[in-house]
């Protein structure tokens, strides 16, 4: 396995500009999450796919937010018009469902200052 | 309240001291427990894994479940430097992991 891979690292943007961020997940995995992380905070759950339907969105997820599956492959997630409480890390884990003690692998995660 | 709380620290520990972790929660439909470590700027690894009350040991890690207490416990023996992270509990409702629920994390320093 290669990980969980999330690009880019980091991304600095001016409030307001729309950013977009990328995850590879491991490469069987059919279950692909989206979570939030501020500092002092554990990670919050945004949404999560299998395949490439989206089957659950928090209520984190505000408009502003779009994520895409497509393929069933890799991910996107877009943030629209960013404020600058959207600063965070934004982390991406995949899964691989029925396999019982089904576990979370994470990437290094996407770190957005909103300025 | 919040469904998962846990000490955010920081906790100090001498190398070699064996390190106690907590987190209580009030959900009782939480059925299965993580235990996560993260270390500065790294996205969180799995550490342990369980769905039962008791004992779960992996080399110097060993995960305690209560639920009749809803309190979960990570406790590392021999700690060495390299432990130093943060250590975040995270509970599930179902089987699989859609929408696992974190504590704030812990932050541990193990000094040589």
């Known amino acids: 396995d290669t990980g969980v891979s999330q690009d880019p690292r980091h991304k600095i943007t001016k409030r307001g500009q729309n950013v977009t961020f990328r995850c590879d997940p491991i490469s069987e995995h059919n279950r692909l999450y989206w979570y939030r992380q501020t500092l002092g905070q554990g990670p919050e759950f945004l949404t999560y796919f299998q395949n490439e339907a989206q089957l659950e969105k928090s209520r984190l997820l505000s408009d502003r937010f779009s994520a895409e599956r497509p393929k069933g492959s890799f991910s996107t997630l877009e943030i629209q018009r960013t404020e600058q409480g959207d600063s965070a890390m934004y982390l991406c884990a995949s899964s691989h469902s029925g396999r019982g003690n089904e576990k979370l692998f994470f990437g290094s995660g996407t770190q957005l200052s909103v300025l | ?112």
């Open chain 2, 1 to 112: 309240q919040k469904e998962v709380e846990q000490d955010p620290g920081p906790l100090s520990v001498p190398e070699g001291a064996i390190v106690s972790l907590n987190c209580t929660y009030s959900n009782s439909a939480f059925q299965y427990f993580m235990w996560y470590r993260q270390y500065s700027r790294k996205g969180p690894e799995l550490l342990m894994y369980t769905y039962s009350s008791g004992n779960k040991e992996d080399g110097r890690f060993t995960a305690q479940v209560d639920k009749s207490s809803k309190y979960i416990s990570l406790f590392i023996r021999d700690s060495q430097p390299s432990d130093s992270a943060t250590y975040l509990c995270a509970m599930t409702t179902q089987g699989g992991s859609e929408k696992l629920v974190f504590g704030k994390g812990t932050k541990l320093t193990v000094n040589p």
